[in-house]
């Protein structure tokens, strides 16, 4: 059987009054840009749902894998529809069942008769599908309250629509839809999760990396750059800003003390970001920093490092467990990359024992005597910008 269309239900969309136009463009947008490799791909959206179609039945099997992965989807379902004629409607149902696992499962019919002309009742309608629906189906029994299976037919002027199926999406809003932050991207489990949370909030991400070669590898990179690509499956193009860090962080090493040298370099990679960020016109910072895992985050450290901005950084997972963070790292595909081994501009030149409760009076003091500003705008100019398209080979139906 052949699924018509595939009408899509709007998450908290449907709350947003005067902004919901905008939602629903960014919606559209993302999908169009999402299933890109689609040809005969159309969306037409409504103020409360959107339908998608495809003449293509594989194109049609993409859309249905491929959804439950874009923000800002509540749920979906693929819809059959025939002409508003009884004998027509009780065929495409039984089409209908006929894909589902229906043996042994409990059943109900829904009709929704929004063509009041029709001839027949609701109740008429109910009782000619669901029996009929039975007849055919001895395997399956009726049950009113949740059933296995509920099969929805909705009568129209134009058209009926017969559907089967609710596919839950997986929510937040769609990207872009909320502006765009700058994400500081590590090699490791936490940054990458933390772009995730932004983005299925509706921000849109450009992530900014630090890279000290020889100290961190080329392969350092790549692995950062995998971060980054695999951000961009979840509907929006990535850029990455990899800064050439190396001098800096050198210098940083012979000036200042090295139990104060972590939080420095954490406040210049901060300033550095903040000035790609005004550059990109992004409107916040994003890190993966996480309470008291390491000596950088403390509320004391984290202090002494924000010190040198007044832009929002955004801690999406301040007080996730690490645990949880690494579940998350698994369902979105970043946890294999992120262990890889690598090399931490910031782990490498990290001393002994930071301290845990840097003093900014005093961190200020050693940085004093460096002029830094050359040698960020010098790092600032030689940034490599690496921009990722959103891929589209991989399923996300089992998460989220
Ligand atoms: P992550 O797992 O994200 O590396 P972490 O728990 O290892 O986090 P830190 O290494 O202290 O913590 O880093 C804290 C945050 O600082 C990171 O989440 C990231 O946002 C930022 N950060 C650290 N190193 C880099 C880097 N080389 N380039 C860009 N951002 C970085
Ligand atoms: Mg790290």
New binding site residues.
């Given amino acids: 059987m052949k699924w018509t269309k595939i009408l899509i239900r709007y998450g908290e969309l449907t709350t947003k009054g005067r902004n919901r136009k905008q939602f629903i463009e960014s919606l559209r947008r993302n999908i169009k840009q999402t299933f890109s490799d689609l040809d005969t791909l159309k969306i037409n959206a409504e103020r409360d749902r959107m339908f998608l179609s495809a003449n293509k039945e594989e194109e049609m099997e993409q859309l249905i894998k491929r959804l439950p992965s874009v923000f800002g989807i509540h749920s979906f379902s693929p819809v059959a529809i025939c002409e508003p004629e009884l004998g027509k409607i009780k065929e495409k149902a039984v089409e209908v069942m006929e894909t589902l696992e229906y043996e042994g499962k409990s059943f109900k019919a829904t009709v929704k008769r929004s063509d009041k002309s029709f001839p027949l009742e609701t109740n008429e309608l109910l009782q000619e599908i669901g029996g009929f629906v039975l007849s055919k189906f001895p395997e399956i029994h009726v049950q009113m309250k949740k059933p296995d299976i509920e099969l929805i037919v909705e009568i129209r002027k134009e058209a009926a629509f017969i559907m089967a199926e609710v596919i839950p999406g997986p929510g937040g809003m769609p990207v872009g839809s909320n502006g765009k932050s700058l994400l ?8 990458p999760v ?1 772009g995730y949370f932004m983005m299925k909030r509706g921000v849109k991400i450009d992530a ?3 890279h000290s070669p020889p100290f961190t590898s080329e392969r350092s990179k790549e692995k950062v750059m995998d971060l980054a690509e695999r951000l961009s499956r979840f509907g929006s193009e990535v850029r990455l800003h990899v800064i050439p860090f190396t001098k800096i962080q050198q210098e940083i090493h012979r000036q200042v003390p090295e139990n104060v040298s972590m939080t420095s370099t954490r406040r210049l ?1 901060l300033q550095i970001a903040d000035e790609v960020r005004d550059d990109i016109g992004a409107k916040a910072i994003v ?4 309470l008291g ?2 000596a ?2 403390t509320l004391e450290s984290l202090t002494a490092i924000n010190a040198v901005t007044s832009t929002p950084v955004l801690r999406p997972l301040i007080t996730f467990d690490k645990l949880e963070i690494i579940d998350v790292a698994k369902k979105i595909d970043t946890y294999d990359i992120s262990i890889l081994p690598y090399e ?3 782990t490498i030149f990290t001393p002994a024992s930071p301290k845990t409760k840097p003093k900014l009076e005093k961190v200020e003091f050693y940085e004093g005597f460096t002029d830094f500003s050359e040698m960020i705008s010098e790092a600032i100019q030689n940034r490599e910008i690496i921009t990722f398209p959103r891929k589209e080979e991989q399923s996300f139906e089992d998460l989220l």
Wanted: contains cysteine.
């Fill in positions: 500081m991207l590590s090699g490791g489990i936490d940054s933390a900014i990396h630090f990679m890190t993966g920093e996480n895992q390491v950088s985050q931490d501009c910031c």
